[in-house]
């Protein structure tokens, strides 16, 4: 069974690069798209990017400009970079596996990594 | 962007009692309309994707329905672990958006 685990530093400071990583076991990382989506505390679900492989990802233009998502499959894991974060960023951030043909049916997700951006 | 408003916002209900939660997207989505689970603390969980296709070991008492505008998540004999908050999801057009969610709560 797929497993997904989020990894990340818990507090970035405003201005910085948010890093994060989602460890995928169980599964072929190649076979699916593998998604972040993100939740401010309190409030709902925000769809910020997607990728296969390393070569086809789409991504919330609201954010366009600040995210970039990579995978790695030597490792199994897939990372997304946030630049210029503020306050506005913070969030419990998931990775999430897609199971559809078309990108955003979110069939296995991490525990999620709560990220506070302050300085 | 494609908006999703889900009504209500709220409600309170019973176990055993049955609810239908409204989503509604501000054009159409066709069928590619999801419903997701989420518990406090907890990741959400995928109960219904294609509008009404029901997600490998969800139980039956879940059922979603409609195409295009006006999509429903119904729930029939609502069981304790049922009470959490639940979003719906549209992937028609990027970009990927869900509903504000409707959070069912034990009356």
């Known amino acids: 069974q797929v497993q997904l685990q989020e990894s990340g530093p818990g507090l970035v400071k405003p201005s910085e690069t948010l890093s994060l990583t989602c460890s995928v076991s169980?599964?072929?990382?190649?076979?699916?798209?593998w998604s972040w989506i993100r939740q401010p505390p309190g409030k709902g679900l925000e769809w910020i990017a997607s990728?296969?492989?390393?070569?086809?990802?789409h991504s919330n233009p609201s954010l366009r400009s600040r995210v970039s998502l990579s995978v790695d499959t030597s490792k199994s894991q897939i990372s997304l970079q946030l630049t210029s974060v503020t306050a506005a960023d913070t969030a419990v951030y998931y990775c999430?596996?897609?199971?559809?043909?078309?990108?955003?049916?979110?069939?296995?997700w991490g525990q999620g990594t709560m990220i506070s951006v302050s300085s | 962007d494609i908006q999703m408003t889900q009504s209500p916002s709220s409600l309170s209900a019973s176990v055993g009692d049955s609810v239908t939660i409204t989503c509604r997207a501000s054009?159409?989505?066709?069928?590619?309309l999801s419903w997701y689970q989420q518990i406090p603390g907890k990741a959400p969980k995928l109960l219904i994707y294609?509008?009404?296709g029901l997600q490998s070991g969800v139980p039956s008492r879940f059922s979603g329905s409609g195409s295009g505008t006006e999509f429903t998540l119904t729930i029939t004999s609502l069981q304790p672990d049922d009470f959490a908050t639940y979003y719906c999801?549209?992937?028609?057009?990027?970009?990927?958006?869900f509903g504000q969610g409707t959070r069912l709560e034990i009356k």
């Open positions: 999801q549209q992937n028609y057009s990027p970009p990927i958006t």
């Open positions: 054009q159409t989505v066709s069928i590619y």
């Open positions: 294609a509008a009404s």
């Open positions: 169980g599964d072929s990382i190649t076979d699916f798209y």
């Open positions: 990728i296969y492989h390393s070569e086809n990802s």
């Open positions: 999430a596996r897609d199971a559809g043909t078309n990108i955003g049916i979110f069939d296995t």
